[in-house]
């Protein structure tokens, strides 16, 4: 299908391109930006006036539940999710059940989702068999299966000589390992270690946790020269031990989630068991930290953690609930916020959803690596069109997520999808507010 997108704003933050123009699609590329190639004839015209046109949306952090948690999600409402959300690519975590250890897991995963002709799925194979932190997995085949790196998830790895083995290995392959920091004795608490834990006699998790883990990282990469990326950094220490690995030249490059860069320990009111998050907020000096580090580079992209969880998880007290919330439908939204909150210009806040993330999967995503988190022609046409004067106010029950939980229910926000295209082929519109006109309508005007 040949598809004209009319009128909008086009940013490429990859491209530095941010101007207004037209853009011509067909065969689920980019043909053109601004005049549309000679005989092309638009099957469908979406008409952008007063609206964003950016590179699809990427989100290095989206659980999907399945398999094995569908009663929290499911691989159509949470890949519907995305596409609501500006979303076209999600990388999503091995701890699944089974675990993603095993080839015919990954495969069986990558086909599910394409089915679904929604977001594209990019799978992290487990970095040890069933994340039990002892036996490594094999990368080499794992990675014929589509797994794009290698991580623990949330499990910390305890033997520090499986981590060095883990680096040599991977780094023989050319693979990258995905690691959230955090020292696995260190982190056994509820919440963020501070006056407000202590008051509410909640346990609680030092900045040391990371920190303590960054050093280890950062000493076993100097030692095997293998690429890392750390998940979701949380705290100010944590930043500045990430900008002096970057200052000495190692392959790190690493995250934040949407939770951490607008919300602190304050935030968790009374035992409010949506603010039960994996990591724990943090102080105010740490959130100001973590978002002037994804200002100026240190911090690389911003991600949502999305992670459904069931009513009754998370009904239950504070320390025993279940941490995890939705962000696929937020991710946008506030990362525009942080934009205007913080002064940040609009091509650095969609940098870090789109050309950052790209850049740190790589070569990982195969035969799009070219052109993915970017506008460019002859790339794979994978777009979000949004009104950025638009707002909205989060309403758990109207996400299409299957889990409803989130700490910024009631917010203000701003930011709409009115369109998103997978492969130049629509994958979501806005019910409130039809972008799509007839090519006919279109010659008219």
Same mark, same amino acid.
């Given at each position: 299908?040949?598809?004209?997108?009319?009128?909008?704003?086009?940013?490429?933050?990859?491209?530095?391109?941010? @101007?207004?123009?037209?853009?011509?699609?067909?065969?689920?590329?980019?043909?053109?930006?601004?005049? @549309?190639?000679? $005989?092309?004839?638009?099957?469908?015209?979406?008409?952008?006036?007063?609206?964003?046109?950016?590179?699809?949306?990427?989100?290095?952090?989206?659980?999907?539940?399945?398999?094995?948690?569908?009663?929290?999600?499911?691989?159509?409402?949470?890949?519907?999710?995305?596409?609501?959300? $500006?979303?076209?690519?999600?990388?999503?975590?091995?701890? /699944?059940?089974?675990?993603?250890?095993?080839?015919?897991?990954?495969?069986?995963?990558?086909?599910?989702?394409? !089915?679904?002709?929604?977001?594209?799925? +990019?799978?992290?194979?487990?970095?040890?068999?069933?994340?039990? $932190?002892?036996?490594?997995?094999?990368?080499?085949?794992?990675?014929?299966?589509?797994?794009?790196? +290698?991580? #623990?998830?949330?499990?910390?790895?305890?033997?520090?000589?499986?981590?060095?083995?883990?680096? #040599?290995?991977?780094?023989?392959?050319?693979?990258?390992?995905?690691?959230?920091? =955090?020292?696995?004795?260190?982190?056994?608490?509820?919440?963020?270690?501070?006056?407000?834990?202590?008051?509410?006699?909640?346990?609680?998790?030092?900045?040391?946790?990371?920190?303590?883990?960054?050093?280890?990282?950062?000493?076993? /990469?100097?030692?095997?020269?293998?690429?890392?990326?750390?998940?979701?950094?949380?705290?100010?220490?944590?930043?500045?031990?990430?900008?002096?690995?970057?200052?000495?030249?190692?392959?790190?490059?690493?995250?934040?989630?949407?939770?951490?860069?607008? *919300?602190?320990? /304050?935030?968790?009111?009374?035992?409010?068991?949506?603010?039960?998050?994996?990591?724990?907020?943090? =102080? #105010?000096?740490?959130?100001?930290?973590?978002?002037?580090?994804?200002?100026?580079?240190?911090?690389? @992209?911003?991600? &949502?953690?999305?992670?459904?969880?069931?009513?009754?998880? !998370?009904?239950?007290?504070? %320390?025993?609930?279940?941490? $995890?919330?939705?962000?696929?439908?937020? *991710? *946008?939204? *506030?990362?525009?916020?942080?934009?205007?909150?913080?002064?940040?210009?609009? &091509?650095? @806040?969609? %940098?870090?959803?789109?050309?950052?993330?790209?850049?740190?999967?790589?070569?990982?995503?195969?035969?799009?690596?070219?052109?993915?988190?970017?506008?460019?022609? %002859?790339?794979?046409?994978?777009?979000?069109? +949004?009104?950025?004067?638009?707002?909205?106010?989060?309403?758990?029950?109207?996400? =299409?997520? #299957?889990?409803?939980?989130?700490?910024?229910?009631?917010?203000?926000?701003?930011?709409?999808?009115?369109?998103?295209?997978?492969?130049?082929?629509?994958?979501?519109?806005?019910?409130?507010? &039809?972008?799509?006109? &007839?090519?006919?309508? %279109?010659?008219?005007?």
């Amino acid at each position: 299908m040949n598809i004209l997108i009319r009128g909008g704003r086009v940013i490429d933050p990859g491209g530095a391109f941010d @101007a207004n123009a037209d853009l011509a699609i067909g065969d689920g590329k980019i043909l053109a930006i601004g005049a @549309a190639p000679a $005989g092309f004839a638009a099957d469908k015209t979406i008409d952008a006036t007063g609206c964003i046109v950016a590179p699809g949306l990427l989100d290095l952090a989206v659980r999907l539940r399945e398999p094995g948690y569908e009663h929290a999600g499911m691989l159509a409402s949470e890949l519907a999710a995305a596409v609501a959300g $500006g979303v076209t690519s999600v990388v999503c975590p091995p701890d /699944t059940d089974p675990v993603l250890d095993e080839p015919g897991l990954v495969e069986m995963l990558r086909f599910r989702a394409e !089915k679904l002709n929604a977001a594209r799925v +990019f799978p992290l194979g487990a970095l040890t068999r069933n994340l039990q $932190g002892e036996v490594l997995t094999e990368m080499l085949a794992l990675t014929e299966a589509g797994c794009v790196a +290698f991580s #623990q998830a949330e499990v910390p790895l305890a033997n520090t000589q499986v981590l060095l083995r883990a680096l #040599q290995y991977a780094s023989t392959f050319g693979c990258a390992v995905w690691l959230r920091p =955090q020292e696995m004795h260190l982190g056994q608490g509820v919440a963020a270690s501070g006056p407000l834990a202590t008051r509410m006699g909640l346990a609680g998790i030092p900045v040391a946790a990371e920190t303590i883990a960054l050093h280890t990282i950062f000493e076993l /990469t100097r030692a095997t020269g293998a690429r890392v990326h750390l998940c979701r950094i949380s705290s100010a220490a944590g930043v500045a031990l990430v900008r002096q690995a970057k200052a000495e030249g190692l392959a790190v490059t690493c995250d934040v989630s949407i939770n951490s860069l607008h *919300l602190i320990d /304050t935030d968790l009111g009374y035992f409010d068991s949506r603010m039960r998050l994996n990591p724990p907020l943090r =102080q #105010q000096r740490d959130r100001d930290a973590l978002r002037a580090g994804l200002a100026d580079g240190t911090i690389d @992209a911003l991600v &949502s953690d999305h992670t459904p969880v069931d009513e009754d998880a !998370k009904a239950l007290p504070f %320390a025993e609930s279940e941490p $995890g919330a939705t962000g696929l439908e937020l *991710l *946008l939204s *506030l990362a525009l916020k942080w934009s205007r909150d913080d002064a940040v210009d609009l &091509s650095r @806040a969609l %940098a870090v959803l789109t050309s950052a993330p790209a850049r740190v999967l790589g070569k990982s995503f195969g035969p799009l690596a070219d052109s993915a988190g970017q506008l460019r022609v %002859a790339g794979v046409a994978d777009i979000c069109i +949004f009104d950025p004067h638009a707002a909205w106010v989060v309403e758990p029950n109207a996400l =299409q997520s #299957q889990g409803k939980h989130t700490p910024f229910s009631g917010y203000e926000l701003p930011g709409r999808v009115r369109c998103t295209l997978v492969g130049g082929q629509i994958a979501y519109q806005s019910a409130d507010h &039809s972008v799509d006109k &007839s090519a006919a309508d %279109a010659a008219n005007r």
